[in-house]
Structures are given as structure tokens and as C-alpha cells.
């Protein structure tokens, strides 16, 4: 007989507190290669085996062990690359590892979507900040993917794929020609341009602008659009497609994928972000009334420049890719990130020679209404690019990290196992002694 969980649930908690056991979470790290094709990654099957794959770069990696790639674009693309001394020249295809020269692909982040509704996963590649957006069809494992234009102008360094006008379709969100927006393809024929949608006056945002993110600020259940200057509500009504209204407010100098979640539990959505792609600290901006009827924000930095600026210790820079996911099924939702590696090269931004790190930020509501983000480190050699992925890769139901960038593909498979609170303990981070 199956018992109640609420049965189930009382006689845990009366056994002796040296029985209890708790979730230790732990990561194992596959290397799919050490070349660098991308910034990013992501997941689909491909291939309609029932396993998920990997796409990063030009090539799609079949699961389950990812041993197997296949070439889905031609694998000659042309690297943007910065020498040391500041000359830039190009590049055709992988020439063995960077050297004293810093690459920049063409293929700065990747989604996986049915595009054109056949039943088959598509791919969407967002290249170098400025250039096009292309989407590759899937052959249905009948040869070569044919290549068509979403956009041809995608600015931002964090341009993301999802559904921001509520319609259950994604859209490419992004700044295009000195606009905020989005595109979206024709339901009656995918394959010509997308139809671009701008939400903004041309304000000339340039290409290399950072920090973007979609999320309800007011809580009016329609999508806004965040970016490093403030947020931009989404009308009542898209007839016409009007201009929406800009709240300005400094969301830092410009980080990466921006999020707006309720971090506190007091109902009102509040802002995740990085402070800085290329610098330091990463931070949840407070949604609290202005007093004038409107929203405000105030700023909880907790990770910076120093370890002393960070509970526990941690610190790393360049903090150019986020993901928002619940990774130990708590029902609250948790930070990942870590630094990129090489972002401008071997002597560019703060501290390029420290490790590639990648962590998760747990979030813990404390019963004074505070809230904490303890950091568990997944890895030091790996890093993120301007993407990094949380999906279920291997369909056990524990949320897995993918990234690609310049070391190479890689793959974090999440592991629990119940111990006893004694090394469930020990296994902690541990705030420091000067820490409130």
C-alpha cells in the first residue's frame, strides 16, 4: 500500500536526527570537444530518437553520450580575431586553439525551436553582435539543413528567443537598428525575413550593448522588456504595434540575460542581473513602491569586486551569461553563471587568467523576510559564454548546465544522493566570520 506523502513526511521527521537524511547535489563534467566554435549551446532532439542532443557551433552532438557530431553548417566559418597589439584581421575556420590571438565567432548564442511547425527541431543562430539572425531547417536526417534569414540586423550582446508578446510562439527580442524589439517570422511562409516589431524610438543603441531580458516588472501579466537603462512596458493593447513606455532606471552598466522574478516572495516581481559583462557583480534590484504610485527599485548587490563583498567568499568577474532556473526543486528559482573566459582576450578585462568557473546560486527565504543566494561551484575550467543553458539532458529530471564557448563544449550532468545531515552539512558553504 502507498502511503501519503504527508504520512510518509511525519515518520521522516520522527526518526532520530542522526537517520535524517538530506540532497547533496553534485556535477559530473563531459567534454564534447576543446575547440571553439561558439558562445553558446542548447538542446534538442534532432534526430526524433527520444534523445536529447546537444548544438554548439556548427555541429549538433548525438545523445545520449554526445560522442557523435554532425555538421549541420559548414564548419569554415571566419573568426573574427583581435591580436594582442589591437589588429584585428579575419580567420577562416578552427586553427588549432587561440594562441596569443582572442577569436570572435560568428555564433554568439543558440536556440532550438520548431520554427516552421513540421514536427522537427529547428535551429536559431544569433551571430556577432550586429549581423544576422539566420534559423537552420531541420532535413528530418535526410542531408544538408537549408539556411534562412530571421533578421538581418540583431544588436545587443544578450539578444534572447522566447515569447514576449503572449501569443506561445518565441520571437527574437533584441535591438535592431537602434530600436528595441522584436521579429517574428511569417506563419504563412517562415523561411523569407521576419517581420521586425520595434518597441522603442530609434535611440541608436548600438551593437555591443549589454543586458537584455523579458519579464513582468508590473505584474499586469504581459511580458516587458528589461534592459541595462530601465524597463519598457509592454501596452494593453498590440494593435498597431505602438511605441511602449519607458521607465528609466540604471540597471547596472550593462550585464547579461536580465530576469524578472519574485525574489522575496512579497508578490512583486523584482530584477536579476549583472552589474558588469566585462566587470564584476551580480545583484537582484528590490521591486518596491516609489511612493508615487509607480515602481522603484532598490539595489541588493551580493557578489562583487572583493570576497568580503560576498557572504561566503566568492567572487569572479565577467559575468557575461545567466540562466534562472529551480535547480534542486524547492520551487524557488536559482541563479546560474560564472565567468567567461577570454571574453577580450588574454590581457583584457578584470582578472582574464583566473579560473573559468560556474556555480549556482541557490536562494533560501529566510523566515525574517530576508533572502540569501548560497553559491555551490559546479566547476573551475569551464566557465560560461554569452549563453549558458540549465535543461534536463538526460531525462532524469534533475536540471543538467550546458556551455559553449572558448575552452569548448561542455556538458554539467547533475547528480543528488542522500547522506546524513553530518556530511550534508560539512558539504555547505560556509559564510565568512566578518558575513551578517
Known amino acids: 500500500m502507498k502511503l501519503p506523502s504527508l504520512v ?3 515518520a521522516a521527521s520522527a526518526l532520530p536526527a542522526a537517520a535524517q537524511t538530506k540532497p547533496l547535489h553534485s556535477f559530473t563534467k563531459s ?4 575547440e571553439f566554435w561558439a558562445e553558446g549551446a542548447h538542446v534538442g532532439d534532432f534526430n526524433k530518437d527520444g534523445k536529447k542532443d546537444i548544438v554548439a557551433g556548427p555541429f549538433w552532438y548525438e545523445g545520449p553520450d554526445f560522442k557523435q557530431r554532425h555538421e549541420f553548417y559548414a ?7 583581435k591580436a594582442v597589439d589591437g589588429s584585428e584581421k579575419a580567420v577562416a575556420g578552427f586553427e588549432g586553439g587561440l594562441g596569443k590571438n582572442n577569436a570572435y565567432s560568428n555564433n554568439f548564442l543558440s ?14 543562430v544569433m551571430g556577432f553582435p550586429g549581423e544576422q539572425t539566420w534559423w537552420y531547417e531541420n532535413p ?3 542531408g544538408a539543413w537549408p539556411r534562412h534569414m530571421a533578421l538581418d540586423v540583431t544588436d545587443n550582446e544578450s539578444p534572447t528567443f522566447l515569447d514576449i508578446t503572449g ?8 535591438s535592431s537598428k537602434g530600436a528595441y524589439g522584436w521579429s517574428e ?4 511562409d517562415p523561411t523569407k525575413p521576419w517581420n521586425w516589431r520595434a518597441i ?22 504581459r511580458m516587458d522588456l528589461l534592459e541595462k537603462d530601465g524597463w519598457w512596458e509592454q501596452p494593453a493593447s498590440p494593435a498597431g504595434y505602438p511605441l511602449w513606455k519607458h521607465h528609466p532606471f540604471a540597471f547596472g552598466t550593462g550585464g547579461a540575460q536580465m530576469f524578472a522574478y519574485d525574489v522575496d516572495g512579497d508578490g512583486r516581481n523584482d530584477v536579476i542581473t549583472s552589474l558588469a559583462a566585462h566587470g564584476y557583480g551580480l545583484t537582484w534590484f528590490r521591486n518596491v513602491d516609489d511612493g508615487k504610485g509607480g515602481i522603484g527599485f532598490e539595489e541588493n548587490t551580493f557578489m562583487n569586486k572583493e570576497p568580503g563583498e560576498n557572504r561566503y567568499g566568492v567572487k569572479f568577474s565577467q559575468l557575461h551569461a545567466i540562466d534562472l532556473q529551480d535547480m534542486d526543486g524547492d520551487g524557488l528559482k536559482d541563479i546560474v553563471t560564472g565567468k567567461r573566459f577570454w571574453a577580450h582576450g588574454p590581457t583584457g578585462d578584470p582578472e582574464p587568467g583566473a579560473p573559468a568557473v560556474l556555480y549556482w546560486f541557490r536562494l533560501v527565504r529566510n523566515a525574517d523576510k530576508s533572502v540569501d543566494f548560497v553559491p555551490y561551484r559546479i566547476d573551475d575550467d569551464s566557465g560560461v559564454g554569452t549563453q549558458v543553458l540549465v535543461a534536463d539532458v538526460n531525462g532524469d529530471r534533475l536540471l543538467d548546465v550546458v556551455v559553449g564557448n572558448k575552452k569548448g563544449v561542455f556538458v554539467h550532468v547533475h547528480q543528488v544522493r542522500q547522506v546524513g545531515a553530518d556530511e550534508w552539512a560539512a558539504a555547505q558553504p560556509k559564510p565568512l566570520a566578518s558575513a551578517k
Open 185 to 188: 517570422p511569417d506563419p504563412s
Open 167 to 174: 501569443d506561445g510562439k518565441p520571437e527574437v527580442v533584441c
Open 111 to 124: 536556440y532550438v525551436h520548431d520554427v516552421n511547425a513540421d514536427g522537427w527541431d529547428d535551429v536559431v
Open 8 to 10: 510518509l513526511l511525519a
Open 75 to 81: 564548419a569554415t566559418q571566419t573568426f573574427k580575431v
Open 200 to 221: 522603442s524610438p530609434n535611440k541608436n543603441y548600438h551593437k555591443y550593448t549589454h543586458g537584455l531580458g523579458v519579464g513582468d516588472v508590473n505584474g499586469d501579466g
Open 31 to 34: 567534454v564534447l570537444t576543446q
Open 140 to 142: 528530418k536526417n535526410q
